[in-house]
């Protein structure tokens, strides 16, 4: 069951310049206690004085407080305090009591008697510069419209979408800034980053205000779903960001109810998505703008006037890709997340200037790929694990190959080779027009000192490129070595280990060369209890008569896995037949007591 959380982060690009210019606490300003009915001073969690007050730290109001009944303010403020004030906060006439106000020209200056900062006579009030209403703004053709504004500049009646000479008359007090699109990416990009390595494996970006979390299976390290939600949004409100998240089965539907909601946590039951998005607006849908003014033209505002109509229509009156919206959102097309990497792959191209299609030439371009590679990864100190190589054909397929190796290397000559080997598994076609080498798997790789290379006799040889070349002949799953498992019984103690692995040392009894999958049973057995090896037995249908023999060696059973091994002995004989082999067999019992066993032989290994 798949769970997408969608971030929706409504005021990113004025948020993070005020975050970057946000002081770490708000100075002092001279001001009479009824300033508070105009001015309102935001105080910081890190403010442990924040007056004289009885209300409680947790806020509400209480009835018959100190503050609510001493000291209490005038109902109406006097003219010196809101001269005080600035131009944006002053209340207006009419709600002064007065019938009409004179309005000042919108683009004439405002006269040092109201009160404006740094004016001679004007009352010398700290208000930081973040505190103004503000907007960012980005040319569009030949003026400049607003691409953002803070809520208070909402509250002036600014918004996105008008222009910037529109908004200066106005409000005159306004800080105007230029947009920054790119920076706003980059710290989607760095959240996505964060996200990654702290809350889920999968985020992407989900331009221009927000991201996507593929929460599947993952919220239960932070105690559920709605405690995940509220962790979050608490981390990017210590970041100074305001949030709201969304999660539903669809990363349509999460976006949607993310921005349309209207609550800052919203989560939504399996297979409830269709019901949930219908009463938005098609807005929700991220439907183009043109097909957004087709509908409106038809009177469709709301998603669920979408669900009755047929498809057909539909899709040619506001486009095939409303349709597939409409689907992705409900659920019944898919909608992949193209997840954020990391780190930035080490990767290089070549395009050719004619198509090339035969061996030899795209040998040459492997060859300068691969010296470009090595390139990027020496300046970066990384060592390749894992590369593949792109083909784009002239007709638009692309043929890919992929190789690994045992271990991180840089060199050139080896990785040339491994890719020439497999030149024979791309079809050029009618003649490849690009190559590119990714390298998907790094990792780090120091250089070596030579001076200890040299001194040290004992250092054993690089059989990496030996592996390498082996597994791409053979595959990988045909390479493996033998490694050693805290076992007595001999066919627990060996394991499978990769080819590369170092081995943890063997125990100092000697052991077959090949070692049987299963014990075998011998038949036709001759031997002397209880301590002397077979004379004689039957094996595979051969009969084999023994010259030389060594033994017992007795191995217990494991009475820790299982009852059945509490009492089991196993003697172990290296025998010699006649024709030269050399055999590990073994009786189970120890001859004396029947519980250890029923004397029954067996073949258990070959020593060569």
């Not at 000291?71 to 005080?84: F, L, R």
């Not at 205000?209 to 993952?218: H, K, N, P, Q, R």
């Not at 390139?375 to 043929?399: H, I, K, P, S, W």
């Not at 008569?545 to 002995?569: K, L, N, S």
Request: with cysteine.
């Amino acid at each position: 069951m798949t769970r997408v959380a969608s971030l929706y982060l409504p005021q990113l690009p004025i948020e993070r310049l005020r975050r970057l210019e946000r002081p770490a606490k708000l100075p002092e300003a001279p001001s009479a206690p009824s300033q508070s009915r105009f001015l309102a001073t935001p105080i910081y969690a890190g403010d442990d004085d924040p007056g004289a007050c009885s209300v409680p730290r947790g806020g509400g109001w209480r009835p018959g407080a100190r503050w609510a009944r001493d000291n209490a303010p005038s109902a109406k403020p006097t003219q010196a305090e809101i001269d005080a004030l600035p131009a944006h906060q002053r209340p207006t006439m009419r709600e002064m009591g007065r019938r009409s106000e004179a309005a000042d020209h919108p683009f004439r200056a405002m006269p040092p008697d109201e009160g404006a900062p740094g004016y001679a006579g004007a009352p010398q009030m700290a208000v930081p510069a973040w505190g103004r209403p503000m907007i960012l703004i980005e040319r569009v053709g030949q003026k400049e419209m607003v691409t953002a504004a803070c809520p208070q500049a909402n509250e002036l009646g600014l918004h996105p979408g008008m222009a910037a000479a529109h908004a200066r008359a106005l409000v005159t007090d306004l800080d105007v800034r230029d947009a920054e699109p790119d920076q706003d990416r980059a710290m989607l990009d760095r959240l996505a980053l964060h996200a990654v390595g702290h809350w889920t494996p999968t985020a992407s970006v989900a331009a221009p205000d927000g991201l996507w979390l593929d929460i599947t299976g993952a919220t239960h390290l932070f105690g559920g779903e709605e405690r995940f939600c509220r962790r979050l949004l608490r981390f990017l409100g210590r970041l100074g960001f305001t949030a709201t998240i969304a999660i539903a089965g669809t990363p349509g539907a999460a976006h949607a109810l993310a921005r349309f909601a209207g609550t800052a946590i919203t989560i939504l039951p399996p297979g409830t998505e269709t019901d949930a998005i219908a009463d938005l607006p098609l807005v929700a849908l991220r439907l183009t703008q043109d097909a957004l003014v087709v509908a409106a033209r038809f009177g469709l505002e709301r998603v669920a006037d979408l669900y009755p109509m047929p498809r057909g229509p539909l899709a040619k009156r506001l486009g095939i890709a409303t349709v597939t919206r409409l689907d992705q959102a409900r659920g019944l097309a898919a909608e992949p997340i193209v997840p954020v990497v990391p780190f930035e792959l080490p990767r290089v191209e070549r395009r050719l200037l004619e198509p090339i299609g035969t061996a030899e030439a795209i040998g040459q371009v492997i060859a300068d790929l691969v010296d470009d590679m090595v390139g990027v990864l020496q300046t970066r100190g990384l060592g390749l694990r894992a590369a593949v190589l792109f083909c784009l054909r002239v007709d638009g397929d692309e043929q890919r190959i992929g190789l690994g190796t045992a271990r991180a290397t840089r060199d050139a000559r080896h990785l040339t080779r491994m890719l020439t080997m497999r030149i024979e598994r791309i079809d050029p076609g009618l003649g490849i027009e690009a190559m590119t080498l990714t390298a998907p798997r790094v990792e780090d790789l120091a250089p070596a000192s030579l001076s200890t290379i040299l001194a040290d006799d004992s250092r054993l040889p690089d059989i990496a490129p030996l592996v390498d070349q082996l597994a791409g002949r053979a595959g990988n799953a045909a390479l493996f070595r033998l490694g050693s498992e805290e076992s007595d019984v001999p066919e627990r103690a060996v394991r499978r280990a990769d080819v590369m692995a170092t081995p943890l040392g063997w125990p100092a009894w000697k052991r077959p060369v090949r070692l049987l999958r299963r014990p075998e049973l011998l038949t036709n057995v001759v031997a002397l209890l209880p301590d002397h090896p077979p004379r004689r037995f039957v094996w595979r249908g051969s009969t084999y008569r023994i010259v030389a023999g060594d033994g017992p060696e007795r191995i217990h059973g494991e009475w820790w896995r299982r009852p059945g091994e509490m009492w089991a002995v196993r003697d172990y004989f290296r025998v010699e037949a006649e024709g030269g082999e050399r055999f590990w067999l073994f009786r189970r019992g120890d001859g004396v007591d029947a519980p250890t066993g029923d004397l029954s032989w067996y073949m258990h290994g070959l020593f060569g």
